[in-house]
């Protein structure tokens, strides 16, 4: 039986698309073996990189000056990875950090070892707005109080903040590039590449599986990492050798391009964002309206894709989860560093699961509440 996997990633992934992994698992279009086991130099191979390309070129009207990369070391990776390739782009060895929860925090500390790095904005402390007092992290730094240096490599952004539940698409156009980790809320909305100069994601949420990241650059910002990068990791090299300078994880790319052929059956990013805004407002309009559940995030910031909320009695979380395991509800319990519950709500989750996540928990306040 398949449940309703609400996950943070890897996350629930549309049952057709697992289905036709399978039925190709031995035999690949007739070719007697499965991906897995391809040269990824052969010609089938490299059609399947070349569509999987092309179609997530198409999905996200990425510009033809922007190169399309599949780069190894997940998200995280590129923590390191980004300030190695760019921080000397103009001589300066400085980038801007934009503070909006655990992820940017992370992204800030690992380049900390790379340059001189500081903080362009920060949602770390409370904010009175609307009469009340947003707690950290609850809330986004809006872009007209950032203070970035016209001198710095680039400015950093996380466009989604996977644990807090905090989501902030609208990048303004700034003289320094902005580098975006798109991780948990790529594909479920436009991105406006006139603004953002660099985008990555791991693709273990709205990508398939684990095991790359995917990464749109401006081809003016490649061949310029540092000598100390790994040259497997030069995202110069990497685009030279169209993702392929070394093995890559063949599978990983194999699945996400069969995502993104799901994308396009689904009337693409367009169709995605509107499902999206849907089922999030649903979630969002229920927990609104409750005594028994909260949701603590400013109204402006909130995610679409990752909903964290709190049982107002938290001794009742334990039989929360239990019971919504055995519902077919699965893998709700919030972040460790927040507490409560979060159902991630990526594209592959339909309404009907968010639905059914919402008469559960209209049950159980009605038997605990
Ligand atoms: N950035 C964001 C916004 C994430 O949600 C995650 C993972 O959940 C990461 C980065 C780290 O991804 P990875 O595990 O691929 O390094």
Not at 171 to 178: F, G, Q, R
Not at 226 to 242: R, V
Request: proline content about 5%; some cysteine; charged content about 20%.
């Amino acid at each position: 039986m398949r449940v309703w996997n609400f996950s943070a990633g890897p996350s629930m992934l549309p049952l057709e698309v697992l289905e036709q992994a399978a039925a190709e698992m031995t035999d690949w279009h007739g070719t007697g073996m499965s991906i897995m086991e391809m040269s990824h130099r052969s010609k089938d191979y490299m059609g399947v990189r070349d569509e999987a390309e092309a179609d997530l070129r198409a999905l996200l009207s990425v510009p033809d000056d922007f190169a399309v990369l599949f780069v190894q070391g997940g998200a995280q990776g590129q923590n390191g990875l980004l300030p190695l390739n760019l921080i000397q782009r103009n001589g300066s060895g400085k980038a801007d950090y934009v503070l909006s929860g655990s992820w940017s925090v992370k992204s800030c500390e690992e380049a900390q070892r790379y340059g001189d790095i500081r903080v362009a904005g920060t949602s770390g402390q409370s904010w009175q707005d609307q009469g009340k007092e947003w707690a950290p992290w609850t809330w986004f730094p809006e872009p007209s109080q950032w203070d970035v240096r016209p001198d710095a490599a680039y400015l950093h952004v996380c466009t989604n903040e996977t644990i807090g539940g905090v989501e902030f698409n609208d990048i303004p156009k700034l003289d320094v590039p902005v580098v975006a980790d798109v991780s948990s809320n790529i594909l479920s909305c436009p991105i406006d590449f006139s603004r953002v100069s660099v985008a990555y994601a791991g693709a273990q949420k709205n990508a398939g599986m684990s095991g790359i990241a995917l990464m749109m650059i401006r081809r003016d910002l490649l061949g310029h990492a540092m000598d100390l990068c790994p040259s497997a990791f030069n995202y110069a090299n990497i685009e030279k050798q169209q993702s392929m300078f070394n093995t890559p994880p063949t599978y990983s790319i194999y699945m996400a391009g069969l995502m993104f052929k799901w994308l396009e059956r689904q009337g693409g990013v367009a169709a995605m964002q509107a499902r999206n805004a849907a089922k999030s407002e649903a979630l969002y309009g229920f927990l609104d309206a409750s005594e028994f559940y909260t949701n603590t995030v400013h109204p402006a910031y909130r995610s679409r894709m990752n909903v964290p909320f709190l049982l107002r009695d938290q001794s009742l979380d334990a039989l929360f989860l239990e019971q919504a395991t055995a519902a077919g509800l699965t893998s709700l319990k919030g972040h460790k560093s927040v507490g409560g519950m979060r159902a991630s709500i990526y594209n592959a989750m339909p309404l009907e699961g968010v639905q059914a996540l919402i008469d559960f928990m209209t049950d159980f306040e009605r038997r605990n509440g």
